[in-house]
């Protein structure tokens, strides 16, 4: 069975500073897809970053960049420079198959000012 | 520049009632998805559709049901609710295999 771990259900950040969020899946698949997504208050599912697993290059996007730890089966997400905007909950998610995407219960990230 | 568009955004049942959510992509994507997000859960896939007039069940598809009779529009359906669907249910559409999904804003539904 596909799973996806997050182990951090709440992290807090000084805004500027940097913080990792942790992901760790598990899969039968060797072609999948992972995902960050960002859940604001608004409750709006914003996608962060999307990493092919065939790819060894580590996806970046702005302030946000992945450690993906392919024979680990670890996914991270890096925030660079907190801003208080990224205040949310985090969720990884894996997606192997056709339609199967399989989330983690999310990480809460707190910035403070 | 619509996406993905959830209705209703909020609403209140009693046990035994029965109602449908309705999610519309205008995007032209052929796979939709219907998710449940209950607290210190993520979110678990009730029933999904990868093209037009086909439905399959997810992870927790018991006591609801689907339609997608048009490519646009993915259908969500309680016959008859329980306390235990009290949850906010999300709609999300991809266009091929692989790339993320679109999410709608999401239906918050309380049952009594």
């Known amino acids: 069975a596909q799973t996806v771990t997050q182990s951090q259900p709440e992290m807090s950040v000084q805004e500027a500073e940097t913080v990792t969020l942790s992901c760790t899946y598990d899969t039968s698949e060797s072609d999948y897809y992972l995902f960050w997504y960002k859940q604001p208050p608004s409750r709006q599912m914003i996608l962060v970053i999307r990493q092919e697993a065939y790819k060894q290059q580590n996806a970046t996007e702005n302030r946000f960049s992945v450690n993906f730890q392919k024979a680990a089966k670890s996914f991270s997400l890096k925030i660079s420079d907190s801003q208080l905007g990224d205040a949310a909950m985090y969720f990884c998610?894996?997606?192997?198959?056709?339609?199967?995407?399989?989330f983690g219960t999310g990480t809460r990230l707190k910035v403070l000012a | 520049n619509a996406g993905v568009t959830q209705t209703p955004k909020f609403r209140v049942l009693k046990t035994g009632q029965s109602m449908t959510l309705l999610c519309a992509q205008d995007?032209?994507?052929?796979?939709m998805y219907w998710y449940r997000q209950d607290p210190g859960m993520g979110l678990r896939l009730i029933h999904y559709s990868v093209g037009e007039g086909t439905t399959a069940k997810g992870e927790v598809p018991d006591g609801y049901n689907v339609s997608r009779l048009k490519k646009q529009n993915f259908l969500l359906g309680l016959e008859s609710a329980a306390p235990s669907q009290t949850s906010v249910y999300f709609c999300?559409?991809?266009?091929?295999?692989?790339?993320?999904?679109?999410f709608g804003d999401g239906t918050r539904l309380s049952i009594l």
């Open positions: 998610a894996c997606h192997s198959g056709t339609y199967k995407y399989i």
């Open positions: 995007m032209n994507h052929e796979y």
């Open positions: 999300a559409s991809s266009h091929l295999r692989g790339q993320p999904q679109h």
